[in-house]
Protein backbone atom coordinates (compact mmCIF):
# COMPACT_ATOMS: atom_id res chain seq x y z
CA UNK A 1 0.00 0.00 0.00
CA UNK A 2 2.75 2.11 0.70
CA UNK A 3 4.18 1.90 -2.88
CA UNK A 4 1.01 2.98 -4.40
CA UNK A 5 0.55 6.00 -2.39
CA UNK A 6 4.58 6.83 -2.69
CA UNK A 7 3.66 6.22 -6.90
CA UNK A 8 0.35 8.82 -6.51
CA UNK A 9 2.36 11.40 -4.73
CA UNK A 10 5.31 10.82 -7.02
CA UNK A 11 2.87 10.91 -10.21
CA UNK A 12 1.23 13.94 -8.81
CA UNK A 13 3.88 15.89 -8.58
CA UNK A 14 4.89 14.80 -11.92
CA UNK A 15 1.63 15.70 -13.51
CA UNK A 16 1.52 19.63 -11.61
CA UNK A 17 5.47 19.85 -13.26
CA UNK A 18 4.13 18.88 -16.39
CA UNK A 19 1.40 20.93 -16.56
CA UNK A 20 3.14 24.01 -15.44
CA UNK A 21 5.91 23.03 -18.51
CA UNK A 22 2.92 22.92 -21.46
CA UNK A 23 1.86 26.25 -20.11
CA UNK A 24 5.32 27.55 -20.55
CA UNK A 25 5.21 25.59 -24.25
CA UNK A 26 1.52 26.60 -25.38
CA UNK A 27 3.34 30.67 -24.42
CA UNK A 28 6.35 29.79 -26.23
CA UNK A 29 3.97 28.62 -29.13
CA UNK A 30 1.37 31.61 -29.26
CA UNK A 31 4.56 34.16 -29.01
CA UNK A 32 4.80 32.99 -32.83
CA UNK A 33 1.66 35.30 -33.50
CA UNK A 34 2.56 37.84 -31.25
CA UNK A 35 2.73 41.22 -32.86
CA UNK A 36 6.09 42.80 -33.19
CA UNK A 37 7.67 46.59 -32.04
CA UNK A 38 10.97 48.27 -32.27
CA UNK A 39 13.20 48.01 -29.35
CA UNK A 40 16.56 49.02 -27.79
CA UNK A 41 18.68 47.06 -25.42
CA UNK A 42 19.48 49.35 -22.54
CA UNK A 43 21.27 46.71 -20.09
CA UNK A 44 23.49 43.81 -20.92
CA UNK A 45 26.04 42.98 -19.39
CA UNK A 46 28.27 39.60 -16.88
CA UNK A 47 27.53 40.38 -13.20
CA UNK A 48 30.41 37.48 -11.89
CA UNK A 49 29.81 35.80 -8.52
CA UNK A 50 31.38 33.87 -6.08
CA UNK A 51 28.65 31.42 -4.03
CA UNK A 52 29.71 28.04 -1.94
CA UNK A 53 27.97 24.76 -1.66
CA UNK A 54 29.10 22.59 0.52
CA UNK A 55 31.71 24.43 1.47
CA UNK A 56 33.07 24.36 -1.92
CA UNK A 57 34.00 27.82 -4.04
CA UNK A 58 31.61 28.32 -7.19
CA UNK A 59 31.86 31.02 -9.55
CA UNK A 60 28.81 32.15 -11.14
CA UNK A 61 27.85 34.15 -14.41
CA UNK A 62 24.84 35.50 -14.45
CA UNK A 63 23.43 38.21 -17.05
CA UNK A 64 21.65 41.95 -16.69
CA UNK A 65 19.98 42.12 -19.39
CA UNK A 66 17.24 44.38 -20.32
CA UNK A 67 15.51 46.18 -23.01
CA UNK A 68 12.83 48.70 -23.49
CA UNK A 69 10.07 48.99 -26.14
CA UNK A 70 6.92 50.99 -26.69
CA UNK A 71 3.27 49.91 -27.74
CA UNK A 72 0.23 52.35 -27.99
CA UNK A 73 3.28 55.42 -26.67
CA UNK A 74 2.98 53.42 -23.67
CA UNK A 75 6.70 52.36 -22.70
CA UNK A 76 7.63 48.76 -21.56
CA UNK A 77 10.66 47.16 -19.79
CA UNK A 78 11.82 43.28 -20.09
CA UNK A 79 14.41 40.74 -19.84
CA UNK A 80 12.97 38.06 -21.62
CA UNK A 81 14.46 37.04 -24.76
CA UNK A 82 12.92 33.49 -25.33
CA UNK A 83 9.89 32.47 -23.67
CA UNK A 84 11.44 29.00 -22.53
CA UNK A 85 15.10 30.63 -21.84
CA UNK A 86 16.64 30.36 -18.73
CA UNK A 87 19.09 32.95 -17.84
CA UNK A 88 22.56 32.17 -16.09
CA UNK A 89 22.64 28.35 -17.14
CA UNK A 90 26.21 28.29 -17.84
CA UNK A 91 28.93 31.06 -18.95
CA UNK A 92 28.01 29.84 -22.40
CA UNK A 93 25.07 31.30 -22.78
CA UNK A 94 25.57 34.64 -20.63
CA UNK A 95 28.06 35.42 -23.19
CA UNK A 96 26.04 34.20 -26.33
CA UNK A 97 23.63 36.33 -24.84
CA UNK A 98 25.99 39.37 -24.90
CA UNK A 99 27.32 38.62 -28.65
CA UNK A 100 23.84 38.54 -29.75
CA UNK A 101 22.73 41.72 -28.00
CA UNK A 102 25.09 44.17 -26.71
CA UNK A 103 23.76 47.53 -25.02
CA UNK A 104 22.48 50.21 -27.56
CA UNK A 105 21.23 47.22 -30.21
CA UNK A 106 18.06 47.90 -32.04
CA UNK A 107 15.89 44.67 -31.66
CA UNK A 108 12.71 43.92 -32.85
CA UNK A 109 10.60 43.08 -29.50
CA UNK A 110 7.58 40.14 -30.08
CA UNK A 111 4.56 40.95 -27.55
CA UNK A 112 1.27 39.97 -26.53
CA UNK A 113 -1.33 41.94 -27.96
CA UNK A 114 -3.66 41.31 -24.78
CA UNK A 115 -1.01 41.57 -22.01
CA UNK A 116 2.16 43.70 -24.18
CA UNK A 117 4.09 43.93 -21.31
CA UNK A 118 4.09 39.84 -21.93
CA UNK A 119 7.71 40.22 -24.66
CA UNK A 120 10.44 38.26 -26.20
CA UNK A 121 12.91 38.92 -28.64
CA UNK A 122 13.06 35.31 -30.00
CA UNK A 123 9.45 33.78 -30.81
CA UNK A 124 8.28 30.06 -30.39
CA UNK A 125 10.88 27.24 -28.98
CA UNK A 126 14.25 27.61 -29.10
CA UNK A 127 16.22 24.13 -29.27
CA UNK A 128 19.16 26.08 -26.98
CA UNK A 129 17.03 27.71 -24.36
CA UNK A 130 15.14 24.37 -23.77
CA UNK A 131 16.77 21.66 -23.51
CA UNK A 132 16.45 21.74 -19.48
CA UNK A 133 12.94 21.53 -19.86
CA UNK A 134 13.49 18.52 -23.02
CA UNK A 135 15.54 16.71 -19.84
CA UNK A 136 12.98 17.68 -17.32
CA UNK A 137 9.95 16.35 -19.37
CA UNK A 138 12.08 13.19 -20.47
CA UNK A 139 12.49 12.84 -16.83
CA UNK A 140 9.02 13.03 -15.71
CA UNK A 141 7.60 10.91 -18.36
CA UNK A 142 10.35 7.66 -17.46
CA UNK A 143 9.11 8.42 -14.00
CA UNK A 144 5.46 8.57 -14.56
CA UNK A 145 5.31 5.42 -16.76
CA UNK A 146 7.62 3.31 -13.94
CA UNK A 147 6.05 4.06 -11.32
CA UNK A 148 2.54 3.61 -13.60
CA UNK A 149 4.27 0.21 -14.62
CA UNK A 150 5.24 -0.76 -11.00
CA UNK A 151 1.67 0.02 -9.34
CA UNK A 152 -0.29 -1.97 -12.45
CA UNK A 153 2.19 -4.91 -11.51
CA UNK A 154 1.81 -4.83 -7.81
CA UNK A 155 -1.63 -4.69 -8.25
CA UNK A 156 -1.51 -7.59 -10.81
CA UNK A 157 0.48 -9.54 -8.46
CA UNK A 158 -1.61 -9.32 -5.71
CA UNK A 159 -4.64 -10.16 -7.68
CA UNK A 160 -2.85 -13.35 -8.56
CA UNK A 161 -1.78 -13.93 -4.84
CA UNK A 162 -5.65 -13.84 -4.38
CA UNK A 163 -6.66 -15.87 -7.13
CA UNK A 164 -3.89 -18.91 -6.24
CA UNK A 165 -4.72 -18.79 -2.38
Known sequence: MSNLLLSIC?????????IAILRKLLLALKSYKWKKTD?????????????????????TENINFKYRYAVNGKKYHNDTISVLCILGISGIIPSRILK??????????Y?????????????????????PFLILI???????????????????????KEITH
Open 10 to 18: LLLVCFILL
Open 39 to 59: GVICKSKIIKGVGAIESNLIY
Open 100 to 109: KYPKGKSVKV
Open 111 to 131: YSPKTPEKACLEPGIGITYTS
Open 138 to 160: LIMGLTLLFFTFHAALNMFLDRI
